[in-house]
């Protein structure tokens, strides 16, 4: 039912009537992967995802208005799921009034409304409010093997950041407080919690007082 999309400029992509853009969908492929939905050897759709570690974002997802309400747009989502066992933290957003996409995400493919970006709380780094009224929606799945081994990348990547911004690198300090600000960190802390990490990992990036120290001797 998937199949990959390999050019960001494909005029099959989106088909007449379709209610997303072009510019759109060309700026989501820009930043993600992005995958035709096929029916009947005809594409229907489209998905663009992006995907880091252990965590997942569904940039665009879309289903031709004629092939609505034939569970395509749901066959698409578990597919998904199923490409990339590793990812246990799937993150969308979706306009408050889009009451068609809200059901699909919430009701339908079990996503969770955790925020609602507005002019009195913004999203991060979105300076221009182009995320005004939106929702923020996250599904967080069980922890899996392939999970763990994204983890373990991740908490071997900051624990060579830490190793280097030890010369008071202001890019290596900024890189460590965001992720010890992030969820990612505290996922990565649980893990280690629950014994499923490696002994023999050196994990002094998820000491509670490693990181803090380092950016408080540099004064951030």
Same mark, same amino acid.
């Given at each position: 039912?998937?199949?990959?999309?390999?050019?960001?400029?494909?005029?099959?992509?989106?088909?007449?009537?379709?209610?997303?853009?072009?510019?759109?969908?060309?700026?989501?492929?820009?930043?993600?992967?992005?995958?035709?939905?096929?029916?009947?050897?005809?594409?229907?759709?489209?998905?663009?995802?992006?995907?880091?570690?252990?965590?997942?974002?569904?940039?665009?997802?879309?289903?031709?208005?004629?092939?609505?309400?034939?569970?395509?747009?749901?066959?698409?989502?578990?597919?998904?799921?199923?490409?990339?066992?590793?990812?246990?933290?799937?993150?969308?957003?979706?306009?408050?009034?889009?009451?068609?996409?809200?059901?699909?995400? &919430?009701?339908?493919?079990?996503?969770? $409304?955790?925020? *609602?970006? =507005?002019?009195?709380?913004? +999203?991060?780094?979105?300076? %221009?409010?182009?995320?005004?009224?939106?929702?923020?929606?996250?599904?967080?799945?069980?922890?899996?093997?392939?999970? &763990?081994?994204?983890?373990?990348?991740? $908490?071997?990547? *900051?624990? =060579?950041?830490?190793?280097? +911004?030890?010369?008071?690198? %202001?890019?290596?300090?900024?890189?460590?407080?965001?992720?010890?600000?992030?969820?990612?960190?505290?996922?990565?802390?649980?893990?280690?919690?629950?014994?499923?990490?490696?002994?023999?990992?050196?994990?002094?990036?998820?000491?509670?007082?490693?990181?803090?120290?380092?950016?408080?001797?540099?004064?951030?």
């Amino acid at each position: 039912m998937l199949s990959k999309n390999s050019g960001v400029r494909d005029d099959h992509f989106e088909e007449d009537g379709e209610i997303i853009s072009h510019d759109t969908i060309s700026d989501s492929i820009d930043d993600g992967t992005a995958y035709r939905i096929v029916q009947n050897g005809k594409p229907v759709g489209g998905v663009v995802i992006k995907t880091e570690y252990d965590q997942g974002d569904l940039e665009l997802l879309f289903v031709s208005p004629a092939a609505h309400s034939k569970g395509i747009g749901y066959a698409a989502w578990c597919a998904i799921e199923e490409m990339h066992p590793e990812v246990t933290v799937w993150s969308t957003v979706t306009p408050y009034f889009e009451k068609r996409n809200i059901h699909f995400y &919430v009701n339908r493919c079990g996503f969770h $409304i955790v925020e *609602y970006f =507005n002019e009195h709380h913004c +999203a991060p780094d979105d300076e %221009e409010g182009e995320m005004f009224e939106m929702f923020s929606l996250e599904k967080i799945l069980p922890t899996t093997p392939e999970a &763990v081994k994204e983890q373990i990348k991740r $908490i071997t990547h *900051y624990e =060579n950041i830490m190793e280097q +911004a030890e010369t008071g690198s %202001e890019e290596m300090l900024k890189q460590l407080s965001d992720y010890y600000e992030s969820s990612a960190w505290k996922r990565d802390f649980a893990a280690d919690e629950k014994g499923l990490l490696p002994k023999d990992l050196k994990r002094g990036v998820l000491s509670e007082d490693g990181i803090y120290n380092l950016l408080e001797r540099f004064g951030l």
